[in-house]
């Protein structure tokens, strides 16, 4: 067991928790856009920052990797810790105003507006489809590729990965785009990942026992609307 | 090349190369990279020839080794024993040298010409390049043939392996710790702390060492002279560190841009496999080391150590959260050691010498010498060993010579995309890992990048902002999104469009950028910014409110003029692409603003300084 303080109190967790885990456990709420249960911790959004350490060598760490620490002395919510979170928020906004998950934070934050010039990128890399497709899906077919501002998450060359079973586990735990599915334009697709997807229902021949996983995308209705149309033409005819 | 089986073989071999050695005058030509790219490859040809056709091969030796330091004089011809140093030397020249060389004379009017007394300066050491410098690390290069594991052996080559093993690794430890190195690489820490934190992880599983060449910073090129020039030494170091930490494995990680040095490397590995000093059972110790190449494949952020490590592994290079750090979770989860390659290249130094003695140079916590690559608006460019805790004037004025034009020097840029500026004002600065982060910049792999007045510290912030946002790995947000947009607000600044809130907002998102970032790139990508925001706030905000650029750099706050000077000779009206500028002959000529596109070559081609920026 390893003893270490958080915002002043002294507690005791089990080696090897994060000190996300401790956090959380312990009740004290750190906000999180990349971390997910069951997922294998990433620290790639930095909304998760804690102040360790004291004085002159107190740092900011993301919380969701760093372990726990004999002694180490853990700030939830410092100054330091609202005023970058706060940034993280501002650079979120400017980049996907759109998603409600982001919105959500902001607005629990008090971040009202954002002062850079707006984008409408959608993704933020948080590489949660990622690991959701490798680590629960045991399929690995999407993954990222290039650096820097270059960097997208999606299937190798572009093209429908056979390793995809359509589980459509990327777009559940997506943050920025679950309410946005945008059915057979793929040009307009959000994070990419489901670029390459197709919905089941146009894929099958008969899709009633199925489960559909893209629930506001309605392809199928329109699919029967358009057999109905068909159908109701050549009647008439 | 025959196995040696024992210490005392490579012993007696050494013995036996000093012997032979012949005792007459040697040609020793820089063919370094720098040397190659400006001539040195056809002074090796002519050399050989002339050698030949003249019969002088009992008389005069060749020597073809690695980058001598002065990369502004390449390339440059070195005579031996005299220390004859001819600077700038053309095919022509090269027979009249030999034909110096083999009567024992100097011609006079090659030789390098001091600018303050006009006189020329026939030894290499009393240049004034050279004069200042401790040149511990750089010297063995005139000194070896990289390719000949022979001139190694022969200048007390791979005998401080012997020292190390004749005694015991936890002696060598000590030694590196109270020799008190620091890595090279920027950091600073400690080196034989390092090895001796390896040296305690247990060692059921196998250990790694590593060599980290994968020198990205623009204008820093001291790691590739080393392993081009110098291949062995890194060997050796790396040898004594596996002997001392019970590492079995070793990776030398380079970048691919450095064709040359991986050529050397990759012979030089095969020449000591080859003499059984890598492999199984060295030198009949029963100590066990081999050594493999890999080739980074350029990113910036694969220099980091713990992205380094997912290279090696094969996967994409990204870092990752320390704790756990390398020395207790390293390349495939085993223990490994991480230094840099002028860190390798000290460690056959301080075993051969002894600690004490190589404490003696540099500081208190600042031991030793340190390479740097000194470029820029100096006269004399190229690499140069200081002993740490020289002040930065010395550095500038008398190593480089000053100013190479009319304007003077503003700052220093010291420690590449994640250092930052050092202005003149504190130019009494010692140069050392502790000084230097006091004043805002970092001592990082050794880049110097001297800076004039007609230097933009907007633009300099902006290329380095352009160089990272590109290089970020963009797993951390902060790091990808951050770097974005303080190149933004930069370029908007550059351009004239910014406000003072986005120069506020710039350096609010510079300390969250530093604060949040995961690993060493992100924490000190904000540096170009937050050091030219300390010392040169001023010339920022006359971007801002006056739409002006001092150094007359940013192209869209300035225009071309053409002043009184003017003689009309045409030059420009030749010259300019976009055929802004008109005038009669022998008349004052004008520049149409609508049609110039500033890119400046009226400017640079003028004889009479009559094209001004205003």
Redo the contacts between chains.
Sequence with gaps: MINLYINGLKVTVEEGTTLLEAARFLGFPIPTLCYLDGLKP?????LC?VEIGEGEKS????SC???V?EGLKVRTASS?VI??RK??LE??L??CPQSKTIQDLASAYGVKQQ???QEFEDC????LCVRMCEEQMMAKAIG?R??????TVGTPFDIRSEECRLCGGCIYVCPTCQLRCTYTEPEKAICGSCANLSPPCLEKEKFDDMMCYMAPCVACEIKKDDERNKSSIEKGG | MERLKSIADLRSMQSLIVGSKKNVPTIVISAGTCGQASGANDLIRITKRELLAKNLTDRIQLRITGCHGFCEMEPSVLIEPRGTFYPKVGMKEMVEIIDAVARDQVIENLLFVDPETERPIEKMAELPFYKKQVRTLLSRNEKVDPIRIYDYIENQGYSALIKALENTPKWVINEVISSGLRGRGGAGFPTGIKWQMLAEQPNGRGKFIVCNADEGDPGAYMDRSLLEGNPHSIIEGMLIGAYATGANEGFIYVRNEYPLAIKHLVIALRQARELGLLGKDILGTGFSFDIHLVRGAG?F?CGEETALMKSIEGK?GEP??R?PYPVQKGIYGKPTLINNVETWANIPEIISKGAKEFAKVGTKNNAGTKIFSLVGKVKWTGLVEVPMGMRINEIVYDIGGGPRGKAEIKAVQTGGPSGGCIPKERFDLPIDYDSLTEAGSIMGSGGMIVMDENTCMVDVAKYFMNFL??????????C??????MY?ILDDISKGKATL??LE?LE??AE?VK????CGLGQTAPNPVLSTLRYFRDEYREHINNKKCPAGVCKELITYAINENCTGCGLCIKNCPSGAITGKKRERHFIDQTKCIKCGVCRSICKFDAVVVK
């Design positions: 990433y620290g790639a959004c930095r920052v740092r900011l760490v993301s990797t760093y372990p620490e330091r005023k970058a940034m993280v650079l979120l400017a980049s002062r850079f010039k933020i890399l948080c590489g990222f290039g650096r820097g501002e270059n960097r | 990113a952020v994409v990752r959260q704790p946002k590109d290089e970020s790995c963009g797993k951390c947000f902060t990808r999104k951050g770097t974005q947009r933004e809130a986005e907002l609010e998102l969250v604060d949040t970032t995961m």
